[in-house]
Nanobody
Framework: QVQLVESGGGLVQAGGSLRLSCAASGRIFSINAMGWYRQAPGKQRDLVASITSSGSTTYRDSVKGRFTISRDGAKNRLYLQMNNLKPEDSGIYFC????????????????WGQGTQVTVSS
């Protein structure tokens, strides 16, 4: 089991930037696939971006060109750089991990973080 702790959320105006961080501990981090999910009030949790152990990335269409997912194996950290934020980007952002990228993408990872709130004002 991997333990995940997110940080970096907050309140920002539209057009602003935030950098989310996810600290991982427990089982080996470097071989796991990772992902960021977002959940707005009353809505389902949606995949925002994912990254494999080899560094291949995917993004949901609405964030392409604005968000960048990255990982630092030496520090056991996952990041999400969010630029040109929009009100519709608001929600709780969750970090997720699993040995299989398929599980991360399907929303069934072995581990979830507790989430960090992002609020974008118009």
């Amino acid at each position: 089991q991997v333990q995940l702790v997110e940080s970096g959320g907050g309140l920002v105006q539209a057009g602003g930037s935030l950098r989310l961080s996810c600290a991982a501990s427990g089982r080996i981090f470097s071989i796991n696939a990772m992902g960021w999910y977002r959940q707005a009030p009353g809505k389902q949790r949606d995949l925002v971006a994912s990254i494999t152990s080899s560094g291949s990335t995917t993004y949901r269409d609405s964030v392409k060109g604005r968000f960048t997912i990255s990982r630092d194996g030496a520090k056991n950290r996952l990041y999400l750089q969010m630029n040109n934020l929009k009100p519709e980007d608001s929600g709780i952002y969750f970090c997720a991990t699993d040995p299989l990228i398929e599980a991360v993408v399907a929303g069934t990872p072995g581990s979830w973080g507790q989430g960090t709130q992002v609020t974008v004002s118009s």
